[in-house]
């Protein structure tokens, strides 16, 4: 089971930008949706996923459309919440000399965030993203979600309607706007920076509060799992790579006596995938 995590804040804490009225829809209706229905597609099926996280890419993987559209959703509304706050303050430190370097400024950065949310067609979402200590700012359809590629995201903004139609009616780009000038939380972002750069962990969703199996029987099957994955072509940033990462990760916490996963291990999971390539099999080969 997963769950429905609180707002780090009051509903009515990021008015006028978004009113209590959609922040109570928004977290209660649409949010508690997504999880009720994760729950109840994940209830006794086996599930072996320990964390949201390792549940979306498997759906991916397994192609199991209903799962990953809601809980991929239920993670990006989860992060989505911890991306804003009611004191927003402009960044300080090695992101703002990032957004400098790169865009020019903050607010040259928000011309490309609020362009590409603005633009974006139809629902999704609009993120600032990281990788290997280089920004950009991209968009993604409906429920699609940065937790199954190689990016680290930094901020989100909803690009649904129910998160701006009461407040901003069909002017998503004034919502977006108003959005980036007083809710971005960049002292969250910053974190998340660090941790693409190798320096500390970055954001996770809550553990589910059960986990679906036995540890054992979980351990057993992540180990089967990962050399059945590894008998293949690992494609670098793929579904399949992060779910290597993800498992080798998850063996060598249950080495050093627990189930919290860390990136640290991502390294030499990059070297395991690496000792995997056959270039027989590789594609075009
Ligand atoms: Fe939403």
Known sequence: MIPLPDLPYAHGALEPVI???????????????????????IAGDGHPATSL????????????????????QAWNHAFFWRCMTPESR??????????????GGLAELGEVFVGEGATHF?????WLAAQDGRLQVLSTHDADTLVTRDLIP??????WEHAYYLDHRQDRGGFLQAW?????????????FDADRGEGVGWRHPLMAEAPREVASSLEEAADELSSLLEAWVEPGS???????ELLDLLAAEQEGGLVRSRTARPAARRAASAAEDPASAPGA
């Open 19 to 41: 009113s209590e009225a959609t922040m109570r829809l928004h977290h209660g209706r649409h949010h508690a949706r997504y999880v009720e229905v994760v729950n109840g597609l």
């Open 53 to 72: 996280e390792a549940l979306i890419r498997q759906a991916a993987l397994a192609g199991e459309r209903k799962l990953f559209n809601n809980a991929a």
């Open 90 to 103: 402009p960044p300080v430190g090695g992101l703002a000399g990032a957004i400098v370097e790169q865009f």
């Open 122 to 126: 139809g629902s999704g979402w609009v």
């Open 154 to 159: 930094l901020l989100v903004c909803d690009l």
């Open 180 to 192: 980036w000038d007083r809710l971005p939380n960049w002292s969250f972002a910053q974190g998340q």
């Open 239 to 245: 579904v399949q790579e992060h779910r290597v990462n």
